[in-house]
């Protein structure tokens, strides 16, 4: 794929971006932030760039009068790349670019990054093994049985030991041996047992997946494990959502009745929606998957699993397992061969689970001698502190607010989500949707965004309630006040989108509840903010999230920008990188085992810190220095 | 129970007998043989006894005169002992006392004595081990997981580790810990997985089955697993029997579309139906037994499995495995625990199997200097010739005749089948069946006992062709010869039940195929019969076999009888001690392993020496010098 250099001016800020691309993703990606209220759809035609030398396709649209056109005006949502650019944003287009750098572009190199560093210590070497072998046809004098003849010619080609054969292919061994001529690929399980025969030379084609079990969504990737590039990638939200929008909520229902049954289907039928999409999009046999690695907090693995999770919610608190499990895929009724694995990562304790661990794999927090902090932000929040020599762990339940649960218009980050806000002076707001599309609602990121922005355009005050503002976009309905964000006419569900103050107050909680697990946690081993030498945020969400903003609110502490970085899904990554690395997925128990959980839940210090953290972006000043000093020069 | 000295004359043949044992029985057991052409069913009134010191219970029916129950006439089958006895024969009762001295009691005793030795050797260790544990209650200072809990105290307890749990037993882990109060018993399995918990103490409780699959019977027993003690054992045709009466006929029906399932399911309902027999008559429940150890011919093993035998049958013969196998006994249909084991016992090749492995290891062949020969007579019959140093085998097809099948009146050893025969000068026989019951059938040893008789009543020639004799048991009927052994009046079929020329062929190919078996096993190592120690006769056959009347009709080599020992059903024996014995089990793999497996069917000295075998004993006069003379001394 081609690549252009890309100069925006006013500032000249250069970005490298593919051919074809669109202009306004890369302008996004710079940090640029241009007018597009209708979310990149190329209906509203305020997104106006002037193509100053180079060579783009489209763009010239009805909306550019013809004057424009000549002048080299384009809209940038329309506008694909075809040449190296210099690009200027007209004032009229320009919205900010106070900013913060840390578009998604480079948020992806920092994960590429990692993989490099983490292959360095981990081979790419399959949980499950192939092997090709011709065997030595049978006669009157070698006629040992077609077992035995398949464990002597292993040990002479490869000079390993295959100890076993699972009785599945047992079964089918003496037809499938002379249907293949005796030319054979052996699946070889670490145990050492052969889980699966196919027909002549198969070794060229073997493929893993890897699943990130949330408890509002599920992300499963098909992984190629003969180079560990990911082929596909398909998220959903977890079919249990419907009962129960957190693990607390699910544990009560799994109690009734059926509900252990309903739970365990609800998610499996998910992930084998899942498996099926990347398998068809990357056009792979399921027969030629051999094992799936899944992480997930505790919760969703015992219910994965369909074991009762009663005793994680009841003190003390204790789960089935917090082991690595290693099982038949198929036993729990995934949709995979019948020799295929489904192998779970550790947990750490009840509320702190194999996606922590997870993500923690993923990254070098076990051999660095910085002190960390690692939060992963979903429907359960979860921060580790520590280097490579101790970690403490605590989890706080966060609630769905940011994967778009009980937020009026929230919903997952996917196309036509709201993901990108600015408010002007006029109250007028700049929104970018995913797949600029036109809007549908707003997703965990556009959240964060809005409300920090609202808060700096003094639509609402610190304490998240709504001032007196004159502007249509906000007004009061059935004695509910809210905000619009976009107009019916403009958006993809024919009404407005909004939000409203028990939205906000919603994303209040959830915030509050991170920021004061991280201070709790912190205190419980005698540090401070300030001791930390980076902040790694893990999750769907903070792989978007806006560091500024999100500071602004009281989500993340205040501090230097540039402590940030992001491993996005970190479950997902450590679930595909221990899919490619034996030697990752067996390093995850110690990993596991060396979290010391703290637990909050009847906490009185949490307690305390929670109660403070009500507030945008928390009540004690000393904390947000810079946000209070910044909100009082706005007024 | 009480025992009493019986003390039988002429002869003052002595035997210790338990209290109300019948006498005719006890007569049998001493090796003295009472006229009883009912079979013991005390109604021919044929087997009067006079008794001459001590006292009887019952024994004076209305077939015996005032006269004689004054005199101390009895009938023996009918009178019980209830005290130290002599015991007169009197001359009309004797039918003959040149019998060999190997009546069942005595070899029991040598399984007995087996048996001790082979425990000096090895220790009674079952292959799965139950486990009591008391777990300290979690508390929020000591929260690990449930599974760790497990682990932890089960290595402070027994310093051993259980690595790892079955899917099965985590699913209901948390519900079952806290029921029972966190006492469990758990079952471990040989890998150090934990198969089964159960709430308290239940350690008392542990039972496996052994079960011998013959091409025609099946045997299973429950053992108790603490003491090693057979509680219960119980036997039937194999199902499979529809299908075909050999290996061969079973091979190609299980090619017919769905043969392999139809033979299958055949086999698994009879062996659930054996395994229901047990657990019923020991009052045992299925939850309670842990494993079933199997052994069983190459190809029953493959169809007990579901797997293919097409190969066994073509050249160069090679089964799926001969490995010793350890899967879930649910796999394959067994009405077991899902947490029970089935475990095979190792073959040999595709003709020589589990159930010889078995047979051998139920004996001190591997452990002696002796050069011995073993002998299995079943449908197939397979040999073993060596000692500690070195063993080689050989099997060849003897066909169902010794199992009662293809015999017009043939049927399996139990009540009702004659089972000894005794053919006086005027061609009237005497005949004992298994339970004194009224005569069903002939079983295998009754059939060998026949024929020799026959032989030497001069009622058929050393050909198996019949004399001209006059007797109205000798008759045609639609061009077939047979001799009448029971009138129909006399049996429990009402019809007569005879022996037919076709019947006596039948038997001659059976005898001389394993005679050609074990000739040709010999020679292939430039041995002969003289340089043998000693012989073991297995099978449920050899078991009752006599010797005296195997040599005659040329089935076993002519040799001193004090050579001869018997193990009775070998498979079932080892089984049943590999059972209860985790070092004979492991050990298995390399007895199987040092076997060196002779391959008859291409053979051309085996089909020479099958040719010379047909004939009563053989056309060679040398190999049974003594039973020639005998012969010749009776014209």
Redesign the interface.
């Known amino acids: 794929m081609k690549e252009y250099k890309v100069i925006f001016y006013p500032g000249e800020k250069e970005i490298v971006a593919p051919e074809n691309e669109n202009l306004l993703r890369v302008a996004a990606a710079a940090g640029l932030y241009i007018t597009a209220s209708c979310g990149g759809n190329q209906t509203c035609g305020k997104c106006k760039v002037i193509i100053e030398s180079g060579k783009v396709e489209g763009g010239n649209l009805e909306n550019l009068s013809f004057e424009e056109i000549k002048r080299g005006y384009r809209l940038a949502c329309a506008s694909k790349i075809k040449s190296d650019l210099a690009v200027r944003i007209p004032v009229e287009s320009q919205l900010s670019d106070k900013r913060v750098l840390k578009e998604a572009v480079s948020k992806r190199l920092i994960i590429l990054e990692q993989l490099k560093n983490l292959s360095s210590d981990y081979k790419l070497e399959p949980l499950l093994k192939k092997y090709y072998l011709e065997l030595p046809l049978?006669?009157?004098e070698?006629?040992?049985?077609?077992?035995?003849r398949i464990k002597r010619a292993f040990k002479q080609k490869y000079d390993l030991h295959c100890c076993s054969?699972s009785?599945s292919c047992?079964?089918v061994?003496?037809?499938l041996l002379?249907k293949a001529d005796f030319k054979v690929t052996l699946t070889i399980c670490q145990n050492g047992e052969v889980v699966k025969i196919e027909e002549g030379d198969q070794t060229k084609e073997h493929f893993g997946l890897a699943c990130d079990i949330g408890t509002t969504s599920i992300y499963v990737s098909l992984i190629n494990l003969l180079d560990g590039k990911i082929l596909s990638t398909s998220s959903d939200y977890n079919g249990q959502i419907a009962y129960g929008e957190d693990v607390i909520h699910r544990i009560t229902y799994s109690q009734k009745g059926d509900g252990l049954k309903t739970l365990q289907k609800a998610v499996t039928k998910t992930i084998n929606k899942l498996i099926e999409d990347v398998l068809k999009e990357a056009e792979v046999s399921k027969e030629k998957v051999s094992y799936l690695v899944a992480a997930g907090n505790t919760t969703m693995t015992h219910l994965l699993?369909?074991?009762?999770p009663?005793?994680i919610r009841e003190?003390?608190?204790?789960?089935?397992?917090?082991?690595p499990?290693a099982?038949k895929a198929f036993?729990i009724g995934l949709n995979l061969g019948e020799h295929t694995y489904l192998y779970l990562l550790p947990g750490v304790?009840s509320y702190v689970g194999g996606d922590i661990t997870s993500g923690i794999l993923a990254t070098d927090i076990t051999r660095s001698d910085d002190l960390t902090l690692y939060i992963d932000i979903g429907t359960n929040a979860e921060a580790v502190v520590g280097n490579k020599d101790w970690m403490v762990t605590a989890a706080c339940s966060a609630g769905p607010a940011f994967e778009g649960g009980t937020i009026k218009h929230g919903m997952r980050a996917t196309t036509g989500a709201i993901e990108q806000v600015e408010i002007g002076s006029d109250y007028e707001p700049m929104i970018i949707t995913i797949g600029h599309k036109p809007a549908k609602g707003i997703c965990g990121v556009g959240l964060i965004d809005l409300v920090a922005e609202m808060l700096e355009a003094g639509i609402i005050n610190q304490k998240g309630s709504f001032n007196e503002v004159n502007s249509a976009r906000i007004r009061t309905k059935e004695g509910i006040k809210e905000y619009v964000l976009a107009f019916a006419d403009e958006t993809d569900i024919e009404k407005d989108i909004v939000i409203t103050e028990p939205d906000i107050d919603d994303l209040m909680r959830a915030k509050g509840a991170i920021y004061a697990g991280v201070s709790t946690l912190l205190n419980s081993v005698g540090l401070a903010i300030s001791d930390i030498d980076r902040v790694i945020i893990a999750g769907n969400l903070g792989f978007h999230i806006e560091i500024e903003k999100a500071i602004i609110i009281g989500l993340f502490p205040e501090m230097d920008y540039s402590k940030f970085s992001f491993v996005g899904n970190g479950s997902l990554l450590g679930a595909t990188l221990s899919a490619c690395s034996k030697q990752m997925f067996e390093k995850a128990q110690q990993v596991a085992g060396s979290m010391t959980n703290i637990?909050l839940s009847d906490n009185i210090s949490f307690m305390n810190e929670y109660m403070a953290a009500l507030f945008l972006p928390h009540t004690e000043e000393k904390r947000f220095p810079e946000v209070f000093k910044n909100l009082r020069s706005r007024i």
Do not use: C, V
């Open positions: 049978p006669t009157l070698d006629h040992i049985d077609d077992w035995a054969i009785f047992l079964k061994l003496p037809s002379r699993l369909g074991i009762n009663r005793y003190a003390p608190y204790i789960p089935a397992t917090n082991s499990l099982i036993e304790a637990e």
